[in-house]
């Protein structure tokens, strides 16, 4: 395996890293600050009133998104491997 291959595979695992990452990370986001904004509104200071609907929600994105980022982790990690081989 040349430098150039390896370049190449350390730049998509990065890039592969982001996009399994971004949709739980924008919905939690999303509704830490939608809470966020009600709780501030309301002057509720609970803090499980933050973290509860946001778990809620990130496992649900993860449910609903699994399938598609699980395909493409296995995809590349099968152009990894038959590279390597």
């Known amino acids: 395996m040349d430098g150039g291959l390896l370049a190449d595979f350390l730049y998509e695992a990065c890039l ?3 996009i399994l990452a971004a949709p739980a990370l924008a919905v939690g986001v999303v509704v830490g600050l939608v809470v966020g904004a009600f709780a501030a ?3 509720i200071q609970d803090p499980t009133l ?3 609907p946001k778990l809620v929600a990130v496992v649900g ?4 998104t699994g399938s598609l980022l699980a395909e493409r982790l296995v995809r590349f990690t ?3 491997m038959g590279a390597l081989s």
């Open 78 to 80: 099968r152009d990894v």
């Open 16 to 18: 592969l890293a982001l």
């Open 41 to 43: 509104a309301t002057h």
């Open 50 to 52: 933050v973290f509860v």
């Open 61 to 64: 994105t993860l449910l609903a």
